[in-house]
Protein backbone atom coordinates (compact mmCIF):
# COMPACT_ATOMS: atom_id res chain seq x y z
CA UNK A 1 0.00 0.00 0.00
CA UNK A 2 2.59 2.43 0.78
CA UNK A 3 4.65 1.49 -2.84
CA UNK A 4 0.88 2.60 -4.44
CA UNK A 5 1.26 6.31 -2.28
CA UNK A 6 4.87 6.72 -3.67
CA UNK A 7 3.79 5.82 -6.90
CA UNK A 8 1.06 8.51 -7.10
CA UNK A 9 2.87 10.86 -4.87
CA UNK A 10 5.87 10.53 -7.90
CA UNK A 11 3.28 11.19 -10.14
CA UNK A 12 1.67 14.06 -9.27
CA UNK A 13 5.24 15.97 -8.95
CA UNK A 14 6.05 14.99 -12.55
CA UNK A 15 2.80 16.32 -13.41
CA UNK A 16 3.34 19.32 -11.74
CA UNK A 17 7.06 19.67 -12.78
CA UNK A 18 5.87 19.51 -16.41
CA UNK A 19 2.86 22.11 -15.82
CA UNK A 20 5.78 24.75 -14.48
CA UNK A 21 7.89 23.84 -17.14
CA UNK A 22 5.23 24.80 -19.89
CA UNK A 23 3.78 27.65 -17.92
CA UNK A 24 0.69 25.71 -17.53
CA UNK A 25 -1.72 25.47 -14.38
CA UNK A 26 -1.85 22.29 -13.32
CA UNK A 27 -5.35 20.81 -12.75
CA UNK A 28 -4.93 20.52 -8.80
CA UNK A 29 -3.95 24.43 -8.65
CA UNK A 30 -7.09 25.82 -6.87
CA UNK A 31 -5.84 29.50 -7.53
CA UNK A 32 -5.69 29.13 -11.38
CA UNK A 33 -8.43 30.94 -13.30
CA UNK A 34 -6.98 31.93 -16.48
CA UNK A 35 -6.97 29.16 -18.97
CA UNK A 36 -5.11 28.82 -22.31
CA UNK A 37 -7.58 29.86 -25.10
CA UNK A 38 -8.52 26.61 -27.48
CA UNK A 39 -7.80 28.19 -30.33
CA UNK A 40 -4.40 29.12 -29.27
CA UNK A 41 -1.27 26.45 -28.64
CA UNK A 42 0.99 27.35 -25.63
CA UNK A 43 4.60 27.48 -26.80
CA UNK A 44 6.84 24.71 -25.61
CA UNK A 45 9.46 25.56 -24.26
CA UNK A 46 12.96 23.76 -24.02
CA UNK A 47 14.13 22.04 -20.43
CA UNK A 48 17.00 24.39 -20.26
CA UNK A 49 15.22 27.38 -20.86
CA UNK A 50 15.47 28.69 -17.46
CA UNK A 51 18.94 28.55 -17.21
CA UNK A 52 19.08 30.21 -20.96
CA UNK A 53 19.90 33.80 -21.02
CA UNK A 54 17.39 36.22 -21.84
CA UNK A 55 18.20 38.20 -25.18
CA UNK A 56 17.61 41.79 -25.81
CA UNK A 57 14.89 42.37 -28.91
CA UNK A 58 16.75 43.48 -32.20
CA UNK A 59 16.24 46.35 -33.69
CA UNK A 60 14.73 46.02 -37.10
CA UNK A 61 16.73 49.33 -38.60
CA UNK A 62 20.24 49.45 -37.66
CA UNK A 63 21.47 52.18 -34.92
CA UNK A 64 23.31 54.44 -38.32
CA UNK A 65 20.23 55.04 -39.89
CA UNK A 66 20.19 58.29 -42.14
CA UNK A 67 18.01 60.14 -40.16
CA UNK A 68 20.57 59.97 -37.28
CA UNK A 69 23.57 61.27 -39.51
CA UNK A 70 24.43 64.60 -39.34
CA UNK A 71 22.98 67.55 -41.53
CA UNK A 72 23.72 71.31 -42.36
CA UNK A 73 22.09 73.45 -39.88
CA UNK A 74 19.09 74.96 -40.33
CA UNK A 75 20.59 78.37 -40.47
CA UNK A 76 23.25 77.11 -43.06
CA UNK A 77 20.23 75.70 -45.46
CA UNK A 78 18.49 79.27 -45.40
CA UNK A 79 21.35 81.07 -46.28
CA UNK A 80 21.70 78.00 -49.53
CA UNK A 81 18.28 78.90 -49.80
CA UNK A 82 18.61 82.62 -49.84
CA UNK A 83 21.27 81.90 -52.56
CA UNK A 84 19.38 80.19 -54.93
CA UNK A 85 16.67 82.35 -55.18
CA UNK A 86 19.44 85.18 -55.63
CA UNK A 87 20.59 83.31 -58.58
CA UNK A 88 17.59 81.77 -59.96
CA UNK A 89 14.27 84.12 -58.17
CA UNK A 90 11.17 82.64 -57.81
CA UNK A 91 11.95 79.62 -60.18
CA UNK A 92 13.76 77.55 -56.86
CA UNK A 93 11.06 78.65 -54.67
CA UNK A 94 8.56 76.94 -56.84
CA UNK A 95 10.22 74.23 -57.37
CA UNK A 96 11.07 73.49 -54.04
CA UNK A 97 9.42 75.69 -51.67
CA UNK A 98 10.47 77.66 -48.83
CA UNK A 99 13.34 76.79 -46.30
CA UNK A 100 11.31 76.95 -42.93
CA UNK A 101 8.05 76.80 -41.35
CA UNK A 102 6.60 79.47 -39.34
CA UNK A 103 7.82 77.39 -35.94
CA UNK A 104 11.51 77.76 -37.76
CA UNK A 105 11.47 74.13 -38.41
CA UNK A 106 12.86 73.07 -41.81
CA UNK A 107 10.49 72.12 -44.44
CA UNK A 108 10.70 67.96 -45.58
CA UNK A 109 12.60 68.75 -48.77
CA UNK A 110 14.90 71.58 -47.37
CA UNK A 111 15.70 68.67 -44.56
CA UNK A 112 16.23 66.41 -47.38
CA UNK A 113 18.63 68.88 -48.65
CA UNK A 114 20.55 69.49 -45.48
CA UNK A 115 20.69 65.45 -45.01
CA UNK A 116 22.20 65.07 -48.54
CA UNK A 117 24.35 68.08 -48.33
CA UNK A 118 26.32 67.59 -44.71
CA UNK A 119 29.03 66.23 -45.70
CA UNK A 120 30.23 68.94 -48.01
CA UNK A 121 32.58 72.00 -46.48
CA UNK A 122 31.66 75.40 -47.36
CA UNK A 123 34.11 75.45 -49.93
CA UNK A 124 32.66 72.80 -51.99
CA UNK A 125 28.97 74.65 -51.60
CA UNK A 126 30.69 77.76 -53.06
CA UNK A 127 31.80 75.44 -55.58
CA UNK A 128 28.74 73.99 -56.68
CA UNK A 129 27.17 77.75 -56.42
CA UNK A 130 29.47 79.28 -58.87
CA UNK A 131 29.02 75.92 -61.23
CA UNK A 132 25.38 76.79 -61.18
CA UNK A 133 26.22 80.36 -62.40
CA UNK A 134 28.36 79.25 -65.37
CA UNK A 135 25.83 76.98 -66.67
CA UNK A 136 23.72 79.93 -68.13
CA UNK A 137 20.50 77.51 -68.46
CA UNK A 138 18.32 79.43 -65.71
CA UNK A 139 16.68 76.35 -64.12
CA UNK A 140 18.04 75.14 -60.50
CA UNK A 141 19.41 71.95 -60.34
CA UNK A 142 18.19 69.11 -59.06
CA UNK A 143 19.82 67.47 -55.39
CA UNK A 144 21.78 65.34 -57.09
CA UNK A 145 22.65 67.62 -59.99
CA UNK A 146 23.87 70.13 -57.21
CA UNK A 147 26.19 67.13 -55.10
CA UNK A 148 27.83 66.48 -58.63
CA UNK A 149 28.69 70.53 -59.14
CA UNK A 150 30.10 70.86 -55.67
CA UNK A 151 32.43 67.59 -55.78
CA UNK A 152 35.95 68.74 -56.72
CA UNK A 153 36.62 67.84 -60.52
CA UNK A 154 39.24 64.96 -61.06
CA UNK A 155 41.61 65.89 -63.59
CA UNK A 156 41.55 64.25 -66.82
CA UNK A 157 43.57 61.09 -67.48
CA UNK A 158 47.20 62.09 -69.21
CA UNK A 159 47.79 60.49 -72.30
CA UNK A 160 49.77 57.54 -72.94
CA UNK A 161 51.84 59.42 -75.13
CA UNK A 162 52.37 62.36 -73.04
CA UNK A 163 53.77 59.94 -70.25
CA UNK A 164 56.87 60.72 -68.99
CA UNK A 165 59.35 57.82 -70.33
CA UNK A 166 62.14 56.63 -67.53
CA UNK A 167 64.73 58.10 -68.17
CA UNK A 168 68.10 55.52 -69.34
CA UNK A 169 71.54 55.68 -68.02
CA UNK A 170 74.31 57.31 -69.80
CA UNK A 171 76.75 54.92 -71.31
CA UNK A 172 80.55 54.73 -70.00
CA UNK A 173 83.61 55.90 -71.50
CA UNK A 174 84.80 52.43 -71.63
CA UNK A 175 81.61 51.39 -73.61
CA UNK A 176 82.14 54.29 -75.67
CA UNK A 177 85.65 53.67 -76.65
CA UNK A 178 85.06 49.78 -77.28
CA UNK A 179 82.40 50.64 -79.70
CA UNK A 180 84.49 53.26 -81.55
CA UNK A 181 87.39 50.88 -81.77
CA UNK A 182 84.73 47.94 -83.49
CA UNK A 183 83.56 51.13 -85.53
CA UNK A 184 86.75 51.71 -87.12
CA UNK A 185 87.77 48.57 -87.30
CA UNK A 186 84.66 47.59 -89.30
CA UNK A 187 85.56 50.87 -91.44
CA UNK A 188 89.00 50.13 -92.18
CA UNK A 189 87.74 46.60 -93.83
CA UNK A 190 85.66 48.22 -96.10
CA UNK A 191 87.96 50.45 -97.74
CA UNK A 192 90.75 47.63 -98.11
CA UNK A 193 87.27 46.09 -99.83
CA UNK A 194 87.01 48.85 -101.80
CA UNK A 195 90.93 49.48 -102.82
CA UNK A 196 90.65 45.92 -103.95
CA UNK A 197 87.67 46.00 -106.17
CA UNK A 198 89.02 49.14 -108.25
CA UNK A 199 92.40 47.51 -108.60
CA UNK A 200 90.68 44.49 -110.67
Same mark, same amino acid.
Given at each position: MSDLKHAKAYLEFLR??????????????????????????? =?????NALAMPVKPPQTRFPASSPGTEPGMA????????SRFTHLYG??????????????????? *?????????????GD???????????????????????? =?????? *??????LCHRLLPRTLPEPDSV???????GRVALDELKTLLRGAIAA
Open positions: SSLDAREKRPSPNDANATTATPPDSTP =ALTPPPRAVLALWNRFENAYGPALHESGELHP *VAATWAKALGGFTDLARGLRACLDRNDGWPPSLPEFR =ALCREP *VPPPIPKQARREK
